[in-house]
């Protein structure tokens, strides 16, 4: 067994059945990408609209692509003939983009709102405020090429596990609130994307439905 698959299966063995796994695969080569593969590993993680399209062309066509990193606008067009999810809507002119080039492709995409949880100052995110007027506001309703399928936070880069669990708590808590607000009748709307390879086993406990983990399965990033 290769490192990767050991690592892979060292985690999915400690994850409850309702939590799935996105294998950061970002900044590591395809081959790492194919070891997990082999492994029985269907849902990877990237953060660059090239570097999905590269890898997308060198492996399985089954593969379920989640975008997790900051996107820009121009970029929206040519990554969604390749991804399943985007986690990383930080602003609703993002949103709008993805809805609009997806229409135009005939493609409906997951999308999470990524929300701002860390105590750091952060460039990129939804204020809990923000995700509540723009949900009222319902334009959603009438999309037909974003499914808003819930929320992703990144807690505090910090040793206070306890600074942590209060963040991926909230997280929780507002998913929790916005399910009840506006989707109580849309399975669609069900996951908590909170989790990486620091924090996963911490997010887990705080009711996490996909963790996103990359170092602890494929080893450190050369960026
Ligand atoms: C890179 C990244 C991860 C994975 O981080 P690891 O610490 O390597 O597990 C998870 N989520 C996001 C948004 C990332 O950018």
């Known amino acids: 067994m290769t490192n990767i698959s050991s690592n892979l299966f060292k985690i999915k063995d400690s994850l409850p059945e309702s939590v799935r796994l996105v294998a950061v695969s970002k900044f590591h080569p395809a081959e ?19 570097e999905i399209e590269i890898k997308h062309g060198q492996l399985p066509k089954d593969i ?20 399943h999810t985007i986690e990383s809507v930080d602003s609703v002119k993002l949103l709008r983009e993805i809805e609009k080039q997806a229409k135009a492709l005939s493609v409906r995409v997951d999308c999470l709102l990524e929300v701002h949880i860390a105590r750091e100052p952060e460039k990129y995110g939804f204020t809990m405020d923000e995700c509540r007027e723009f949900l009222a506001g319902g334009e959603w309703q009438d999309y ?6 819930g929320v992703m936070g990144m807690a505090t880069y910090t040793d206070d596990k306890e600074q942590i669990r209060h963040e991926f708590r909230a997280l929780k808590a507002f998913f929790g609130e916005l399910k009840d607000s506006f989707f109580r009748d849309d399975d669609s709307f069900r996951h908590v994307s909170m989790g990486m390879s620091g924090d996963y086993e911490i997010a887990v406990a705080e009711g996490s439905t996909l963790v996103r983990v ?10």
């Not at 070891?35 to 990237?46: K, M, W």
């Not at 379920?64 to 991804?83: A, C, D, M, R």
């Not at 037909?144 to 399928?149: L, N």
């Not at 990359?214 to 960026?223: D, L, P, V």
């Open 214 to 223: 990359g170092t602890f399965i494929f080893g450190e990033r050369e960026y």
């Open 144 to 149: 037909q090429g974003v499914t808003i399928a």
């Open 32 to 50: 790492a990408i194919r070891e997990a593969y082999d492994a029985g590993h269907r849902i990877f993680g990237e953060s660059r609209q090239q």
């Open 64 to 83: 379920e692509w989640h975008f997790i990193g900051h996107l820009q606008t121009n970029k929206v067009k040519s990554v969604l003939p390749y991804i």
